[in-house]
């Protein structure tokens, strides 16, 4: 399991307001990787939360999650120790000998010293002087980190520590600091664009794996116990975000109770507070020429900040450009064909009233989109999300929910047929069970390799219908119980969010 996130509450210093300072950045938009110089093992550094002047730094300098409050006028940093309490790190231009008693936690408390200054470190991401080198001394002989090296205007290049294998060493390998990248690159702007070239993959085509949401394991355990049997005999990766480690407990004890492997599945804890991955999860492009990975992020609702915060923590836990997309929506309102025509509802024009058409189709060419088709939503479907109706199957093939005559529903997926049909695709339509709940859409389904998760509910004859119409078009289909998580307005497809390859 990896940590993405860590959250503590703090009481915040009555200060200035923050701005950077000589040695230790405060921009959000940072991020530092380093490289185990004897596994090659890689570690992650950035700014994943701000309160108030102080920042947290995820996996700061092998010392773990942090909040530090950085002085910019002579370099003291506050360290918060997660138990109301702070710890002063010396200014790294304090003279060489200056030294402070610490509290890191576990055997990391001790003393830290300046050890020296004005030194020079070569690392992959470069050559670095004016180098300040921390040493400290923790409480155990045999652990804990032992030196850190903090770079002007860079920040930590390296440190190393001990373990029951010896010393080992953290070098800098990239980074991306106040805009510049390292090793040296022409600049870059702190709020990107999407360079020329970027589309959004399609969901039926290759992926690397499916991203799945957990702070409440009692909505979704029925759900991915199907879904990741599906996907472990297929050999198909799982990343789940976790909120706690309790809720990796239960979501694992219960996977092992229904005989659900968990081979293909890696947890990752991070600070979120909904299951509904495919609305603030992050929506992968790519490069069309180099076929280089980006992460393109949405505005999520606002009383959501802990889930917003998501596609950030995860673009800088895989190394990937991050580009803001100035719109208010959900990924599940979001749809495809990978080669440039993005499908949504007119529940994103709602949500942006204080945007024209034309501007939130300017703000869709960031995931490579040159034309934006809008269709109308489900009646007093609150999301308005397009999954909840309409799904692209294939190239040429699209899916399209169907209600009964004179069901208040009927209208709007007739409509949605007909503006696919509009498009080019064949139409297959298939009877949602709304008897059950009239949500109970087949369309909110996941595609994988070759494999289609398909929710079921609880018409068995409706229920065998979809799974036929999957395989018809050309997919290994396995049922998904999504009787309960309908319930709570969303199925399969809206707990998830697939990474293309």
């Given at each position: 399991?990896?940590?993405?996130?860590?959250?503590?509450?703090?009481?915040?210093?009555?200060?200035?307001?923050?701005?950077?300072?000589?040695?230790?950045?405060?921009?959000?938009?940072?991020?530092?990787?380093?490289?185990?110089?004897?596994?090659?093992?890689?570690?992650?550094?950035?700014?994943?939360?701000?309160?108030?002047?102080?920042?947290?730094?995820?996996?700061?300098?092998?010392?773990?999650?942090?909040?530090?409050?950085?002085?910019?006028?002579?370099?003291?940093?506050?360290?918060?120790?997660?138990?109301?309490?702070?710890?002063?790190?010396?200014?790294?231009?304090?003279?060489?000998?200056?030294?402070?008693?610490?509290?890191?936690?576990?055997?990391?408390?001790?003393?830290?010293?300046?050890?020296?200054?004005?030194?020079?470190?070569?690392?992959?991401?470069?050559?670095?002087?004016?180098?300040?080198?921390?040493?400290?001394?923790?409480?155990?002989?045999?652990?804990?980190?032992?030196?850190?090296?903090?770079?002007?205007?860079?920040?930590?290049?390296?440190?190393?520590?001990?373990?029951?294998?010896g010393e080992q060493a953290y070098e800098l390998t990239?980074?991306?600091?106040?805009?510049?990248?390292?090793?040296?690159?022409?600049?870059?702007?702190?709020?990107?664009?999407?360079?020329?070239?970027?589309?959004?993959?399609?969901?039926?085509?290759?992926?690397?794996?499916?991203?799945?949401?957990?702070?409440?394991?009692?909505?979704?355990?029925?759900?991915?116990?199907?879904?990741?049997?599906?996907?472990?005999?297929?050999?198909?990766?799982?990343?789940?975000?976790?909120?706690?480690?309790?809720?990796?407990?239960?979501?694992?004890?219960?996977?092992?109770?229904?005989?659900?492997?968990?081979?293909?599945?890696?947890?990752?804890?991070?600070?979120?507070?909904?299951?509904?991955?495919?609305?603030?999860?992050?929506?992968v492009t790519k490069d069309a020429a180099t076929g280089?990975?980006?992460?393109?992020?949405?505005?999520?609702?606002?009383?959501?900040?802990?889930?917003?915060?998501?596609?950030?923590?995860?673009?800088?836990?895989?190394?990937?450009?991050?580009?803001?997309?100035?719109?208010?929506?959900?990924?599940?309102?979001?749809?495809?064909?990978?080669?440039?025509?993005?499908?949504?509802?007119?529940?994103?024009?709602?949500?942006?009233?204080?945007?024209?058409?034309?501007?939130?189709?300017?703000?869709?060419?960031?995931?490579?989109?040159?034309?934006?088709?809008?269709?109308?939503?489900?009646?007093?479907?609150?999301?308005?999300?397009?999954?909840?109706?309409?799904?692209?199957?294939?190239?040429?093939?699209?899916?399209?929910?169907?209600?009964?005559?004179?069901?208040?529903?009927?209208?709007?997926?007739?409509?949605?047929?007909?503006?696919?049909?509009?498009?080019?695709?064949?139409?297959?339509?298939?009877?949602?069970?709304?008897?059950?709940?009239?949500?109970?859409?087949?369309?909110?389904?996941?595609?994988?390799?070759?494999?289609?998760?398909?929710?079921?509910?609880?018409?068995?004859?409706?229920?065998?219908?979809?799974?036929?119409?999957?395989?018809?078009?050309?997919?290994?289909?396995?049922?998904?119980?999504?009787?309960?998580?309908?319930?709570?307005?969303?199925?399969?497809?809206?707990?998830?969010?697939?990474?293309?390859?």
């Amino acid at each position: 399991m990896r940590t993405l996130t860590w959250v503590a509450s703090l009481a915040l210093l009555a200060a200035s307001a923050a701005c950077a300072g000589d040695f230790l950045s405060t921009n959000e938009n940072n991020w530092w990787r380093y490289t185990n110089q004897t596994t090659q093992q890689q570690v992650t550094t950035r700014i994943a939360l701000t309160a108030g002047n102080w920042r947290m730094f995820e996996n700061f300098a092998g010392l773990g999650d942090h909040w530090l409050y950085i002085f910019p006028d002579n370099e003291w940093t506050v360290v918060f120790d997660g138990n109301n309490g702070i710890t002063w790190i010396p200014p790294y231009d304090a003279p060489v000998g200056t030294s402070e008693v610490v509290e890191f936690g576990g055997v990391n408390d001790g003393q830290v010293r300046i050890a020296e200054r004005g030194a020079t470190v070569t690392t992959a991401a470069g050559t670095f002087r004016d180098v300040t080198r921390l040493a400290l001394r923790p409480t155990a002989a045999d652990a804990g980190v032992t030196s850190i090296w903090v770079a002007k205007g860079v920040g930590v290049v390296k440190w190393t520590e001990q373990n029951f294998a010896g010393e080992q060493a953290y070098e800098l390998t990239t980074a991306q600091v106040d805009g510049r990248m390292l090793p040296d690159q022409p600049t870059q702007p702190t709020q990107p664009t999407a360079p020329a070239g970027q589309v959004a993959p399609s969901e039926h085509a290759q992926q690397e794996l499916i991203l799945w949401g957990c702070d409440d394991p009692y909505i979704v355990i029925l759900t991915y116990r199907d879904a990741w049997a599906a996907m472990a005999r297929n050999n198909q990766r799982s990343e789940c975000a976790v909120d706690s480690n309790q809720s990796m407990a239960q979501i694992r004890a219960e996977m092992v109770q229904a005989g659900t492997p968990l081979t293909h599945v890696e947890f990752m804890l991070v600070d979120i507070e909904t299951v509904w991955m495919r609305d603030y999860g992050p929506i992968v492009t790519k490069d069309a020429a180099t076929g280089e990975r980006q992460i393109v992020d949405p505005e999520y609702y606002p009383g959501r900040p802990r889930d917003d915060r998501f596609p950030r923590a995860y673009a800088a836990d895989r190394g990937w450009r991050r580009v803001p997309l100035n719109l208010s929506f959900e990924g599940g309102n979001f749809a495809c064909d990978g080669q440039g025509t993005v499908m949504c509802s007119n529940g994103v024009k709602w949500f942006n009233r204080d945007k024209s058409t034309s501007q939130i189709e300017r703000e869709f060419r960031k995931v490579g989109a040159d034309r934006v088709v809008f269709f109308e939503p489900l009646v007093d479907e609150g999301t308005t999300h397009i999954d909840m109706f309409a799904r692209v199957m294939s190239d040429g093939v699209a899916m399209v929910s169907r209600y009964p005559a004179g069901h208040k529903q009927a209208r709007v997926c007739d409509q949605a047929a007909e503006g696919f049909r509009n498009l080019g695709y064949r139409v297959i339509r298939v009877d949602a069970d709304y008897r059950y709940d009239e949500y109970g859409t087949y369309t909110n389904s996941v595609l994988v390799n070759g494999i289609a998760l398909v929710p079921n509910y609880a018409d068995g004859t409706k229920n065998r219908a979809a799974l036929q119409a999957y395989r018809d078009a050309g997919y290994d289909a396995y049922g998904i119980d999504a009787r309960l998580i309908i319930r709570y307005s969303g199925a399969t497809h809206c707990v998830s969010m697939q990474v293309p390859r």
